[in-house]
T-cell receptor, first 111, second 116 residues
Framework: QKEVEQNSGPLSVPEGAIASLNCTYS??????FFWYRQYSGKSPELIMF????GDKEDGRFTAQLNKASQYVSLLIRDSQPSDSATYLC???????????FGTGTRLKVLA | KAGVTQTPRYLIKTRGQQVTLSCSPI?????VSWYQQTPGQGLQFLFE???????NKGNFPGRFSGRQFSNSRSEMNVSTLELGDSALYLC???????????????FGAGTRLSVL
């Protein structure tokens, strides 16, 4: 079982729709969760972090964390073609305190 | 404030050679992590340095090594290059260890290494 799992996609959504990206993790001791966006040929860019159960909103982005079920999700409201990228989930604060990344979900927003 | 600076941006080497990559973290950041990114494997953790000490190490062979200097700049070295070492090497800096792993990592633009 991979430590951090994401569906590789591509996830295709029409412009203006809500994109929902999911991530599960195996280390129950994990405490910190991050979402990075990576455009093709570029480096990852942090868009959200969440530490507590529940929802955290920032503009069009909402991160949701459920530690009991060991999943974290990212919702993108009013998706735009410029949101088309790979979204990486990262988990930290477990036994080794390393960042563990998922392989990413490729999102395509169709104009 | 300048971001994370990685040099060089591109490298072409041949099998058997060695290579050194450099990373200058954001001013005030004392932790540097290195990752290898390939299309099939995603982001793989190489190692992390804090205050010139290696804190964590990923599952890579001993050909991959690194170090950190007193000014927090870091270098990683790959010896006896293999074709499979072709990848994007990313450096990320953060303030340093924090309880619960809450240190936020910021990435440099990366060094793209091609091994022929």
């Amino acid at each position: 079982q991979k430590e951090v799992e994401q569906n590789s996609g591509p996830l295709s959504v029409p412009e203006g729709a809500i994109a929902s990206l999911n991530c599960t993790y195996s280390d129950r001791g994990s405490q910190s969760f991050f979402w990075y966006r990576q455009y093709s040929g570029k480096s990852p860019e942090l868009i959200m972090f969440i530490y507590s159960n529940g929802d955290k909103e920032d503009g069009r982005f909402t991160a949701q964390l459920n530690k009991a079920s060991q999943y974290v999700s990212l919702l993108i409201r009013d998706s735009q073609p410029s949101d088309s990228a790979t979204y990486l989930c990262a988990v930290s604060g477990g036994g080794t305190y390393k960042y563990i990344f998922g392989t990413g979900t490729r999102l395509k927003v169709l104009a | 404030k300048a971001g994370v600076t990685q040099t060089p941006r591109y490298l072409i080497k041949t099998r058997g050679q060695q290579v050194t990559l450099s990373c200058s973290p954001i001013s005030g950041h004392r932790s540097v992590s290195w990752y290898q990114q390939t299309p099939g494997q995603g982001l793989q953790f190489l190692f992390e340095y804090f205050s010139e000490t290696q804190r964590n190490k990923g599952n890579f062979p001993g050909r991959f090594s690194g170090r950190q200097f007193s000014n927090s700049r870091s270098e990683m070295n790959v010896s006896t290059l293999e074709l499979g070492d072709s990848a994007l090497y990313l450096c990320a800096s953060s303030l340093g260890p924090s309880p619960g792993g809450k240190n936020i990592q910021y990435f440099g633009a990366g060094t793209r290494l091609s091994v022929l």
